[in-house]
């Protein structure tokens, strides 16, 4: 079926309002809900992260990972997204790089992407920017997410290792 | 992605059962059985509601209830936000400035933008199109799937700038907003609207040439109906069998109750019947109201009576729906001029509030208690999903003798994709059902 769309020469406009001076060599994207149990788990991170972060980092919590969220990585910075997930133990942090993710059929299910997997989020990115993102997703297992509770023990006692872990991957994407 | 998924087909038999549908509100999983041709059973299992948030609200200030419920959905928090704040103002009997009531119209055009575009390209579209996902869609036509981005973006533009942020606002007081918004300030719109209405334009002449199941239900449909406007915050509850209410008034005819199967409540009419919530219901109990473009947009369809009936085609009822407020958000942008004060100061006391609004999955539906410091002591909170849970059981019966013969694949299409069709909030997961077929007999 032919669509009533044709590629246009016009660049999309959130590219021109999303643009920023590229002075961030990385970007960190916090997901999660701090209200919703162990979806809040990256926020818990990046509290911790804030004051360990080179000039050169940039930390943005987005919530919910939207695809525009990464249409506004400046162009040659390297990203690195954290999530709470489902599928994984309690506490248990994976790593994945992100053009592996696209890839993946059967892979991680964030608990706070609403309407597309991160899969489809990323792919879709990729596709508009024109090139792969560079980066990593840090995903932390995660078993209870209801409205006002708090983060599982074991959840909470991987906070340090998840903070870890996202420095290790900066340092990794700054090489 | 889920604990169990199956579907058996011998000649006359299907069974569907997907455990863990998962949403970011909770989680749901769906089941259907049909054996000789006679449908057993069908149920849309909704894990969790906000039922949380009816007792979240208590001890609560309006204005705090009305952040507070922003986070009941993540696609669609101004509706909740806007059903709560009428709802206070009517019974507090506060008057708006006409500035405000405006941007809180154009407030929710941009949320119907946004959520309209997603369900339409990223989640129904891929449907009719014969791919898994949005992602498989892009590679054979990009174009459209980046015109729908730019179209959901035009409407995350409108909520980000008056709601102070995309997702969950922050700005919605009772009595107008948290802050005042200069001319030049919604004016700045105007750009990515008139490129959204061409989009939105097209996106229906798309839509409309696409070729859905026959299907013809026979329920009730039930939205609000404004004389002068398409409904959004202020309106009648009517509906196609005749029915003509206060948007106060939803509990004389419609009540909540509790099923076996699912957390959520169920709303159904008080004569125990389904109805069903949404653009398809608004485009036909509303028509007139729409915009010029969106009406002349819906007549070049010629789908109007097919809507009322094949679930379907809701996704023509969602393009004109997105015309419409696309051109709404341009004739508010156009006519805006800001108000003297943010918002009307007004004194807290007791009262019973209640009012209905149209998210864009349908109407919505909260009542309040307040005590004498305006403190919330009880509330109820009728989400559209909740409303339309029963309707989509109802549907799912009626459809699923329909794909018996039909191969596997097949099956699970047209299955989800009726689904779909009501865009419920769990419309995240079952876009991904991944049903595993086995052959029992």
């Not at chain 2, 973006?153 to 922050?170: D, Q, S, T, Y």
């Not at chain 2, 196609?240 to 008034?249: N, Q, S």
């Not at chain 2, 939803?250 to 109805?275: I, K, M, N, T």
């Not at chain 2, 398809?280 to 009406?295: M, V």
């Amino acid at each position: 079926m032919t669509l009533p769309f044709s590629p246009t020469a016009r660049r999309p406009s959130w590219r021109r309002s999303r643009a920023r001076p590229p002075v961030a060599a990385v970007e960190v994207l916090i997901c999660g809900s701090a209200d919703r149990g162990d979806d809040g788990a990256p926020i818990a991170a990046s509290r911790r992260l804030r004051d360990r972060l080179e000039d050169d980092v940039r930390m943005r919590v987005v919530g919910q990972l939207d695809i525009d969220d990464l249409l506004g990585v400046p162009a040659g910075a390297g990203v690195v997204i954290v999530d709470a997930a489902t599928g994984l133990r309690r506490g248990q942090i994976v790593e994945l790089p992100l053009n592996g993710l696209v890839a993946r059929e059967d892979g991680l299910r964030p608990r706070s992407s609403h309407s597309l997997e991160f899969r489809e989020v990323i792919g879709l990115a990729d596709m508009v920017r024109g090139r792969p993102l560079r980066g990593r997703i840090i995903a932390i297992g995660g078993g209870k997410f209801s409205l006002g509770a708090g983060l599982s023990p074991s959840v909470a006692n991987a906070i340090p290792a998840l903070v870890g872990a996202v420095l290790d991957a900066i340092r990794r994407l700054r090489e | 992605m889920h604990d169990t998924d199956t579907i058996a087909d011998t000649t006359g038999d299907l069974e569907v059962d997907v455990a863990g549908l998962t949403r970011v509100e909770g989680e749901g999983s769906l089941r259907l059985r049909v054996r000789d041709g006679v449908v057993e059973e069908a149920r849309l299992e909704i894990f969790e509601a906000p039922r949380y948030f009816e007792q979240l609200v208590v001890g609560r200030t309006p204005d705090e209830v009305i952040d507070i419920v922003a986070r009941i959905c993540g696609i669609c928090p101004v509706a909740y936000q806007m059903t709560a704040v009428h709802a206070f103002e009517h019974a507090l009997g506060i008057e708006i400035d006409p500035a405000v009531r405006a941007l809180r119209r154009l407030l929710y055009c941009g949320e119907w933008i946004e959520s309209h575009a997603l369900h339409i390209y990223l989640l129904h579209l891929p449907d009719f199109l014969g791919y898994p996902s949005a992602l498989d869609m892009a590679t054979d036509h990009r174009a459209a799937v980046e015109a729908g981005l730019e179209l959901k973006k035009a409407g995350n533009r409108i909520v980000e700038l008056i709601g102070g942020r995309a997702i969950h606002p922050v700005s919605v007081r009772v009595g107008g907003f948290s802050r005042s918004f200069r001319r030049t300030d919604i004016v700045a719109l105007r750009a990515s609207l008139e490129a959204a209405l061409a989009t939105a334009l097209r996106t229906v002449d798309l839509v409309a040439s696409l070729d859905p199941p026959e299907f013809a239900r026979a329920g009730r449909l039930v939205a609000l109906r404004h004389p002068d406007e398409y409904p959004m915050n202020e309106g009648r509850i009517v509906s196609t069998d005749g029915l003509d209410l206060a948007p106060t008034e939803w509990r004389s005819a419609f009540h909540e109750e509790q099923v076996p199967w699912s957390h959520a409540l169920q709303a159904r009419g008080r004569d125990g019947r389904p109805y069903l919530l949404g653009p398809s219901s608004r485009i036909t109990l509303s028509a007139r109201q729409l915009h010029p473009d969106a009406l002349a947009a819906l007549t070049r369809t010629g789908l109007a009576d097919e809507i009322a009936v094949n679930p379907y085609r809701s996704i023509v009822a969602r393009a004109v729906e997105t015309v419409d407020a696309v051109a709404e958000a341009l004739a508010i942008v156009d006519a805006y001029r800001p108000s003297d004060a943010p918002r009307t100061a007004w004194e807290p006391r007791a009262a019973r509030a209640a009012w209905a609004t149209e998210a864009p999955r349908g109407l919505i539906f909260h009542a309040y208690e307040l005590d004498e410091r305006g403190h919330v002591t009880h509330a109820q909170i009728v989400p559209p999903t909740s409303q339309n849970q029963a309707a989509i059981e109802a549907d799912l019966a009626a459809f699923a003798p329909r794909v018996l013969g039909l191969p596997r694949p097949e099956q699970t299409l047209r299955i989800e994709q009726l689904i779909r069709s009501y865009d419920p909030c769990i419309s995240c997961a079952t876009h991904f059902l991944d049903l595993r077929v086995e052959d029992l007999s």
